[in-house]
């Protein structure tokens, strides 16, 4: 189990923190995903976990024992998969997995036995001997997977590791990554896609300026969420609406992210009351997005 309490982190000669008051639990078994939009502090977040950045303030532990402990007794327990290729772009796909097998310090049998797993793994055996630099981006990023795997970690950390990648690469990520924590592994999956986060995640940390905005499974936090009734009708204006919860303007209908406790039927009731003839509506709970958005008042794309 990972636990973040706590954590704040404000880089030298930055005006304002990076992270603060971060905290997050994973268990093993559970791919976290944790949701925000550029500039959140996802890679911030990360960093600390791979050991790049020290804590400044909080506390990260594993296992109840704090972070630098381990990394310091066993540091192939955590792994990270960066967004940039981490390898030798002049060696082979196996020279690369020899070479960090070896640098793991894993023994002789167990190094071959690992390789093989890694190499299987992310389906990387027919390029085996072909060197890293020549490979697609989704076959790099598989390369990352399978050099991060190697020691096999009991905690991963994947930063938006599809970006560039061609959707089928992407699918076989996400499916690899879905089965590692099945495995067992505590799984930490950074990404500003929506649709991967919906598709791999347990539970899901929304991250927006360096603060856990909401932290929960994912059909807990969507069923917590406001109701939206989207409408479309002349005469409609945002004072008229606002009655009825937060309003913004499309470009052909209206959303009103409806009041605790208010439902579609007054509103629409009231609406016809005042003569306004409502041409289409439609109302349901909010996706992760629109959650986003009514969380942070931002699109995740901004
Ligand atoms: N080396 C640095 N020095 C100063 N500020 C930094 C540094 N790295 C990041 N920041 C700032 O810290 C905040 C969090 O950045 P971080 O890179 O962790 O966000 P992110 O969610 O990973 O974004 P992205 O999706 O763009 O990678 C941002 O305001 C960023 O400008």
Redo the contacts with the bound molecule.
Sequence with gaps: MLELHQLGYR?PH?DKA?LADVSLAVPRGCVLGLL?P???????LISHLSGALAVQSGDIRIDGQPLQQVRAKAPTRIAVAPQDQAFYPMLTVAENLACFAAAGGLSRARKKARIDICTQFAQLEQFAGVRAERLSGGLKRRLNLAIALLPEPELMLFD?PTVGVDPQSRAFILDAIKSLAQAGAAVIYAS?YMEEIEAIADRVAILDQ?RVLREGPLDALLSQSAMLLTLAADGLDAQRLSRFGTVEQGAAHWRIHLNAGTGPGPVLAALEAEGIEVRQAEFGRHDLEQLFMALTHRSLRD
């Design positions: 880089y930055a990076a925000g550029n500039g959140a502090g996802k890679t911030t938006e500003h360096g």
